[in-house]
């Protein structure tokens, strides 16, 4: 049974990922990962009580991390935050820091202070400051929790205390405190950021009744078809439908689109969109755990949940990277020391290295930085299943792309008119349509729908005739009109109409018995397409069309957008066969689609990308969703999982860089341990905010 739980105060991401590892080896747990990001637990257990369950979690926290609380996840609606700052170090806090400030400023600047107050005053400070850390270490230890970092810093401080430099054990701990303090408010902070950036919840609703009064209400409280009141700049709370009035809404929260859209009454919007002109009232559709709103938080905290290889790796690595400095801590105060006799010297150096020995900066540079990726995408209309699916989008060398939905709008409408010698072509139009305004064909209804777009004045007819399978007769103005297919016009022996079109279907117009001109029918390109594919093959991408269209239409489309490969004439069966061949000709393949039929080939792909406006069954089978339908989403997903890939090995190599620069320092005798807490607690936020950036990064 999986169960979400809260692990609130649990700052430390080394101390969380110890926890993960050890809930993961409980025999009653079968799953378990914890997101630093949301702080929560997402654990499947056979324990069927979820008291029992929390209860069992708790004590493995109390055993690695004091201070963490273990409750049941339960969402909060918007604007309802806690207030709990949890001080990593605990030992009186912020207080404890403002007072350890004071004293060493006056230990610095002030003289003649005599010597045996003067350490007692520095004693009382540094047990003020460190009695936390110095308790939490004692306690882990007796838990088999040997190298975490209040063990690392209680030896570091201690041991300057033995070697005489009472002075520098208390500004190490000061400093220590400081970063962790500054570190654990950078933390909360973009955790914050990131969840406001994709929480889109409205806070209060304007309930409309029977009388046409409002009142505020939450928007948990409102129903299926009840009527709420959205006003000009506010965000669309619940999903609905428009009842009355008209205005523009900008989409571009929920799809990335920036072009802003005409609804009105009748028009179903979707919730977290921002009504931009005019007062509207709209039918609920959903309920708020229904919503476009809540359903995107939820795909994002999922996500959140699933962690790529380089954070499985990092973790790993954490582990034998703290044994290793330690090691090396010990051989650095050991052996120049029997060498050179200066043991003061070098195991004062050997202290530093204990200190840069914390991994918390390498464990906590990853996951922050997928998870404000994964935000990122929300905001953009992106929806990442996990650190997995940017893992494997940015590494694909090959993209295969459904055409009817995914590259095309998939609504026919004409492409050209062209007219014979001495024939003009709005005067076919205003012929054609006026007879194909009466019928329900879609290629009919796009004629019409072209003279509408057109201003175009249609006349009446008469002697209208359908013949099936061909086309229409009639008269109009006087004129005999005849619109059809090639079988009409040989059976009403019209020539001059030359070779078929390439794609797409042709309607043939004849005005009393001479041949007219050609509309050409077809599904159209996106406006983005082009661009996008373009943008695709500068990555070095191979794209390559899937299609039950006929050869001579999909290769001319492939040709338009600028695709390089094209199998056409498939059945959806067929896909599936195609993309095993890509996967062995290019490697790592993407396949983009967004019909029922597209799920298996979706699931098959090494990444599958779904169009939000596409089947529920596909949506499900992809790795990534895109709420705006356009290969421009396409690019900007990869854009997004190479900034995030690229940001998080930025952070662990400028975490792991530092710590080495200030090793070497303090073998050559550079660096103190008041350089070697920066390496630790202060790189630590350069990593928070560093990660941070990929949420405004263009």
Not at 250 to 276: F, H, M, R, Y
């Amino acid at each position: 049974m999986e169960r979400i739980l809260l692990l609130k105060n649990l700052t430390c991401a080394n101390c969380a990922a110890k926890i993960e590892d050890k809930i993961k080896k409980m025999e009653t747990v079968s799953a378990a990962s914890f997101s630093v990001g949301t702080q929560q637990l997402r654990i499947t257990s056979t324990v069927p009580d979820t008291n029992d369950l929390i209860t069992e979690i708790q004590g493995v926290c109390d055993s690695i991390e004091d201070g963490v609380e273990v409750q049941l996840y339960e969402r909060k609606a918007k604007g309802a935050h806690d207030h709990h700052d949890h001080d990593h170090a605990h030992g009186g806090g912020l207080v404890s820091i403002i007072i350890g400030v004071v004293v060493m400023l006056v230990y610095a600047f002030v003289d003649g202070i005599p010597e045996d107050i003067a350490f007692g005053v520095l004693l009382a400070t540094y047990l003020l400051l460190g009695w936390g850390v110095l308790w939490n270490a004692i306690k882990n230890i007796g838990s088999g929790q040997v190298f975490d970092e209040n063990f690392l810093m209680s030896v570091a401080t201690l041991g300057a205390v033995i070697i005489g430099e009472m002075p520098e054990a208390v500004g190490v701990m000061l400093f220590y405190r400081i970063g962790t303090y500054f570190e654990e408010k950078a933390t909360a902070r973009s955790r914050s950021a990131i969840m406001d950036a994709i929480d889109m919840r409205p806070e209060q609703v304007r309930l409309v009744d029977e009388a046409g009064q409002s009142k505020v209400v939450s928007p948990e409280e409102v129903r299926i078809g009840q009527t709420i009141e959205v006003i000009a700049g506010e965000r669309i709370p619940l999903d609905g439908t428009v009842i009355e009035g008209t205005t523009r809404i900008d989409t571009a929260p929920v799809t990335g689109e920036p072009v802003p859209v005409q609804v009105k009454p009748g028009s179903e919007i979707l919730s977290g969109c921002i009504n931009q002109s005019g007062r509207i009232l709209m039918r609920v559709d959903k309920e708020l755990k229904d919503s476009m709103v809540t359903r995107v938080l939820d795909a994002v905290e999922n996500a959140a949940a699933t962690k790529p290889r380089i954070d499985r790796f990092i973790t790993r690595f954490a582990r034998v990277y703290t044994l290793i400095v330690v090691v090396l801590a010990i051989l650095v105060a050991v052996i120049p020391s029997l060498i050179t006799g200066n043991w003061n010297y070098w195991v004062y150096t050997a202290l530093t290295f204990l200190v840069i020995s914390c991994p918390c900066a390498l464990v906590l540079s990853v996951p922050l930085a997928f998870f404000s990726g994964i935000g990122r995408g929300s905001r953009t209309g992106i929806l990442f299943k996990g650190g997995l699916s940017m893992e494997a989008l940015r590494n694909i060398k090959a993209i295969a792309m459904d055409k009817t939905g995914t590259l095309t709008t998939g609504e026919f409408a004409v492409q050209s008119i062209t007219t014979a010698e001495g024939f003009d072509e709005a005067d076919v139009l205003a012929k054609a349509a006026a007879l194909e305004v009466r019928s329900t064909h879609p290629v009919a209804v796009s004629i019409a729908n072209e003279a509408k777009k057109r201003n175009v004045q249609l006349a009446e007819v008469v002697d209208l005739e359908e013949l099936s399978g061909r086309g229409m007769t009639g008269v109009v103005n006087g004129v005999k009109v005849a619109v059809g297919n090639r079988r009409l016009f040989n059976e009403l022996q019209i020539t001059g109409y030359g070779e078929p079109a390439d794609y797409g279907s042709e309607v043939l117009v004849a005005l009393d018995g001479q041949y007219a001109g050609t509309i050409l029918i077809a599904d159209a390109l996106k406006e983005d397409t082009k661009s996008a594919v373009a943008e695709l093959a500068k990555r070095g991408l191979r794209t390559i069309m899937l299609t039950g269209d006929t050869q001579a239409g999909a290769r001319y489309m492939a040709k338009e957008a600028g695709i390089d490969d094209v199998r056409a004439e498939l059945l959806p069966v067929d896909k599936l066969s195609i993309m095993k061949e890509l996967r062995e000709t290019y490697g790592s393949t993407m396949f983009v689609g967004d019909g029922i039929n597209d799920a298996p080939v979706l699931a098959g792909a090494d990444v599958g990308g779904a169009m939000g406006s596409g089947a529920d069954a596909a949506i499900e089978a992809a790795d990534v969703v895109y709420m705006r339908p356009s290969i421009s989403a396409v690019v900007e997903s990869i854009r997004i999982s190479s900034n995030t890939i690229f940001i998080a090995w930025q952070n662990v190599v400028v975490a792991l860089g530092v710590k080495i620069l200030v090793m070497i320092m303090g073998l050559f005798g550079f660096a103190n341990m008041w350089v070697a807490v920066f390496a630790d607690t202060g790189v630590s936020i350069l990593c928070i905010l560093n990660s941070i950036r990929i949420l405004y990064k263009k």
